[in-house]
């Protein structure tokens, strides 16, 4: 197991514009990092140039304690699955397992045996003979999976492992990619542009925005606090809800552009410094006024209105834009409805308007069961 | 349940649709055809067939039928020297252009497609061969295998070695022909592989320097099983190609000398055009269909095997 260290790293392509920059980052030994990210952000980018595949323009790069700027693939001691598998459509699953120990020259017989271990462990020990193209989707991902895994490398690579697959599948091959991590103690690289993904999977996350660093960290961290309405809105699902408004200290009132007033806990405004910010607060903590005892209320005019049967998601007018809502059960609202709405504003995170910083944490909100609970 | 039976028996039943409504798709599908059918019932079909019953026939000046000989010209030609040398320079012919041919314009298509500045240059030049005329191209190498003021014999000569008679000589004909055919054929050749070698997917290659796979070893387990239905197509053409390659033989040589370069496409048409012999030149003509059409069943049996289809 070893640790990948990014020191500086930054990538251009015309020696001008970088299009990935100063990425600092300790990849622990044994960790599930996940690089999360929109398209072009440069997340994949990133892991080719750990890869090796392309060329590190700027900084240092470290597997284990050597710097490996310069050396070739082959001797990062990495393996890597592509989005698209990457298989050799003219061999059988087999000779795609054992392609890479064939070129290292490992003995036949090893070669055999470590095969037929990681098609047992992946479950593809009937389809060995078979070519790539008669298998479904989900086995070619296993296949891709087990050609990682064969080659014993300590640090795997991802690019979008399951992007091809459907909902269903890749929720189980999302339980099932962090269960042979943890059992094989690989180093995991893991990239990906859903954030589902990388809450499940990562121990830490780091979030890429136009080649920068937005925020490093677990994903309840990043979840409860993130580090700027970027992470905010990309993290969650629905995204979390931004509005720029006016700080009243005096009443400890923020005010959104349309008027709406919003109670904040006491002093909880004496420390900000800027007279506007963004007030950010997740669709969970807009809640019923009856759930919510003893919240500010505010009233809003609902917009568009989805029951899910567990949930209801509805969005409403607040300042500039949109809000959205998710409130547990099947509620009857109607599009243009005036309804009142309570807000947890302990939960609501406070962002600069000029910079993005947050400057107001949200409330911690994991919960732990208790002995007397569960014996209930 | 009831009520959907009810539904149902108040449907009256459909009443069979007559011929012309039911062929109306068969109908539509021959008038799309039908040009087709025109253009190669005309240009392929009506020729094929002629040429067949010709080669029965002694045939006068203007080339039709007079008497029905049965296979008398098949059991000529099998008897005739000449036609046995034609056949054999044939096969020469095709066992010089095609392998050597193939290699080249993989060779160059392997090189093309390393991603360089400038690749694009080379790409052109390579493939541009394709865009030059047989006859054109024949006069150009007339030039460069003329005995004095050739390029060849220019070149030779700096070395101090002796004049090689390029087209005049039997022994060193055939090969001439030869090289210059594998230079018109390469520009297609190279083309039609280097389009082979782009489809291939870059991941895989990718993978493999993970793996830690050396270029040739790349070659051999990766690019080669991945490119063979090009090359396998490349191959079955180049052949056809060869066995019926005609204009540069009729610019260069013209068969000769003392029959050396006579192949069998050239010898059916000194044969027809020349002495005015159809029915001789048109067994010939079923000969050669017969000879290629064979070569290619036994490559579909025995080559197909090793390709690799997607």
Redesign the interface.
Known sequence: MKKVELIDVSKSYDRQKDVISNINVTIEPGEFFVLVGPSGCGKSTMLRMI???EEITGGTLKIGEKTANRL????RD???V?Q?Y?L???LTVEENIT??LD??KVPKADRKKRALDTAEMLGLTDYLKRKP?ELSGGQRQRVALA?AIV?EAPICLMDEPLSNLDAKLRAHMRSEIRRIQKRLGITMIYVTHDQVEAMTMGDRIMILHSGKIQQIGSPIEIYNHPANPFVATFIGSPPMNLAAADVRKEASLLVLANGTEIVMPKGSLDEIAEERVTLGIRPEFLMPPVTGEGLPVFDAEVTNVEVLGHETVFSFVAGEGEWTAKWNGQWQIQPGDRIPIAVDTGSACLFSLEDGRLIRKAADRQRTVTKEGAAL | MSTIREGAAQVPAEKRPGVWTRTRRGRTALLYLLPSFILFGVFVFYPMFRTIYLSFFLTDQRGDAAVFVGLDNYRYLLESAAFLNSAKATILFVLYTVPAGVVIALFLALLANEKLKGIGFFRTVYSSTMGVSVAAASVVWLFMFHPSIGMFNRFLALFDIGQIQWLLDPDWALFSVAISTIWMNTGFSFLILLGGLQNIDEHLYESAKIDGAGYFYQLRRITLPMLSPTLFFIITISLINAFQSFGQIDILTKGGPAQSTNLIVYSIYREAFVNYQFGTASAQAVFLFLCILVVTILQFKFGERKVHYQ
């Open positions: 890869a090796g595949l070739p693939p082959s001797k990495l393996s890597m592509f698209n990457a050799y459509p003219h392609f890479g070129v290292k193209r050609r080659s």
